[in-house]
């Protein structure tokens, strides 16, 4: 029998002679994306062949130095960091890792970290590896207008060499080569540690019984336009979804695969409810005044639209209520049996950034994660600072134990193409950081897998 996935063979069993209820032992080890819906394919022959050898999952921790980086800034050094990208089968790059800023330094060392394998390059010790280094420069918008100082290509089978010259890599910079002919680099980047490890993945807990709880949380104030008018973000069109519809979805399909009852809170926030009008940033979308659960994915939003029809668009934008309704279920929690995911939409800048900048220091303690997508054309640039991959989130001089947050622009995802890839890809960058976020609360509080099922292997 032959595994296949995306058209990829994975994997083949042992031939069992002579039998037509064969009984197959032989194990598949995959490569495993939460971002990704991985269809498989099974496919039963007479004859059989080598089977393919899988790698293992493993855990890299690496450190990362520069020298002579060019200088960006007019009034100063610059404040450089790098990010780290893994190549799709379809040969996009998916941002996997980003290291702290290091302020005003042009020979910036930066902190060890540890990163799987999966996730940095699919298991693939030759896969290719991008990593980019940027100078951190914060003035807004979402096109995260930091200035490229210059990148360069690597993989695990190079990096595993350890520190010396085959991982000394200078940084270029295309448009800079481009102009200048006498341009030589724009700094060297070299390797300062490199191991790998064995560690329990997220798989590992899903596999031992982890259950997964997926909220949704819906931007109802008043900016988002009247929804009777065409161009508004909540408009309902019989053609299409909506902007709030489409990430809903795509989102969902795919977390959905890991709630265990398919049961998802819908909360909405910033409208004036029936029937006194009363202001809420905390509200079930299915009108129960207690039970916030609707079935399925199709059951949030068909919430969604009943609730469109029912409340006033108001404000104004506040996430504080909704984090902090996840955060009380996620305490009860903290013994790792169960992760919560909050998925928040919206259109514009929060109005409470002191309380959910508070809300999200506290639940970075807990077993829980914050998605932002935006929708629309606003000025997001206040969600760099809840995303906390270069600057960790703080509140009142506390900084957050865990980066729990991930923020992305809807539009992004909106640029040409089929809706169906987009939508791939929207959830793919959405998700990416969900493992890793499962696995960082796991090790910080000594949670080992659970056993799993009686008689799993």
Not at 167 to 182: D, F, P
Not at 241 to 248: L, V
Request: charged share 25%; hydrophobic share 35%; net charge negative.
């Amino acid at each position: 029998m032959n595994l296949e996935c995306h058209g990829h063979l994975l994997g083949r069993t042992e031939t069992v002679d002579n039998c037509l209820n064969p009984d197959f032992v032989t194990k598949f080890l995959v490569d495993y994306y939460f971002e990704e819906r991985q269809q498989l394919l099974f496919k039963v022959y007479d004859i059989d062949s080598p089977s393919v050898d899988l790698q293992n999952h493993r855990v890299i921790d690496m450190q990362w130095y520069a020298q002579k980086l060019d200088k960006k800034d007019w009034f100063g050094k610059s404040d450089p960091f790098l990010e780290f990208y893994r190549i799709s089968e379809d040969n996009s790059y998916t941002a996997v890792f980003r290291t702290e800023v290091v302020k005003k330094s042009l020979n910036p060392t930066w902190r060890p970290f540890a990163i799987q394998m999966r996730q940095l390059s699919g298991g693939d010790e030759d896969r290719t590896i991008r990593v980019v280094c940027y100078d951190w420069d914060f003035d807004g918008g979402v096109s995260r207008s930091h200035d490229l100082i210059g990148e360069f290509y690597t993989n695990v089978r190079t990096l595993a060499e350890g520190p010396g010259p085959a991982n000394e890599y200078e940084l270029i910079n295309k448009k800079k080569q481009a102009k200048k002919k006498k341009y030589k680099n724009s700094g060297v980047v070299k390797l300062m540690s490199f191991g790998i490890r064995e560690e329990a993945t997220f798989l590992d807990y899903i596999r031992g019984g982890l259950q997964m709880h997926f909220t949704v949380a819906v931007d109802f104030t008043a900016s988002n336009g009247d929804p009777r008018d065409p161009a508004s973000l909540h408009f309902l069109d019989s053609s299409q979804p909506n902007a709030y519809m489409m990430a809903i979805q795509a989102v969902g399909e795919v977390v959905q695969d890991y709630d265990y009852d398919k049961m998802f809170p819908a909360l909405g926030f910033g409208a004036r409810l029936p029937p006194d009008g009363t202001v809420s940033h905390e509200f079930f979308l299915n009108g129960h005044p207690t039970d916030p659960y609707c079935v399925g994915i199709e059951g949030v939003l068909e919430a969604y639209r009943r609730t469109l029809r029912s409340v006033q668009l108001y404000g104004p934008t506040n996430f504080a209520p909704v984090i902090n309704h996840v955060a009380k279920f996620a305490r009860t929690y903290r013994d790792g049996t169960s992760y919560f995911v909050l998925l928040i939409i919206t259109d514009g800048v929060i109005s409470d950034m002191p309380q959910t900048l508070e809300a999200i220091v506290q639940a970075s303690t807990l077993p829980m994660s914050i998605i932002i997508v935006g929708v629309g054309n606003a000025d997001f640039s206040a969600m760099e600072t809840l995303d906390g991959d270069v600057v960790r989130v703080s509140s009142r001089g506390r900084a957050a134990e865990r980066d729990i947050v991930q923020f992305v622009p809807f539009r992004k995802f909106l640029q040409g193409g089929p809706w169906q890839s987009n939508q791939i890809r929207l959830a793919r960058e959405v998700l990416a950081e969900i493992p890793d976020q499962v696995t960082s609360y796991m090790l910080k509080n000594n949670v080992k897998p659970g056993p799993g099922p009686q008689g799993a292997s």
